[in-house]
């Protein structure tokens, strides 16, 4: 599985980007899918994530209510719309797929990682 991330960028407060990641290699609808985030210093830790169906999203509570995680199986991609963009949020994003996820999955239970797109929110 190869997993390629893009969208990140320069954004200031208030502001919104939209990551995309694109997989390949195997079969998109076999994998659960997620994004996970690492600041300097910091853990990496779980952002939000998305069933291999599309029919259920989790989202951690730093990404309720602002971030929404979508799917497209035609085109393969997994999409991250961030909206309210805080100087907290700042990170280097990165996708992952996983054929079983949790409900608040640990990085340790994704299987396959992308190279991250870094986000930076200026305050």
């Known amino acids: 599985v190869q997993l390629q991330a893009s969208g990140g960028g320069l954004v200031q407060a208030g502001g919104s980007l939209r990551l995309s990641c694109t997989f390949s290699?195997?079969?998109?609808?076999?994998?659960?899918m997620g994004w996970f985030r690492q600041a300097p210093g910091k853990e990496r830790e779980f952002v939000a994530a998305i069933t291999w169906n599309g029919g259920s999203t989790y989202y951690s509570d730093s990404g309720k209510d602002r971030f929404t995680i979508s799917r497209d199986g035609a085109k393969n991609t997994v999409s991250l719309q961030m909206n309210s963009l805080q100087p907290e949020d700042a990170a280097v994003y990165y996708c992952?797929?996983?054929?079983?996820?949790?409900?608040?999955?640990?990085?340790?239970?994704?299987?396959?990682w992308g190279k991250g797109t870094q986000v930076t929110v200026s305050s």
């Open positions: 290699g195997r079969s998109f609808g076999n994998y659960n």
């Open positions: 992952a797929a996983a054929r079983w996820i949790s409900s608040n999955p640990s990085k340790d239970a994704m299987e396959y």
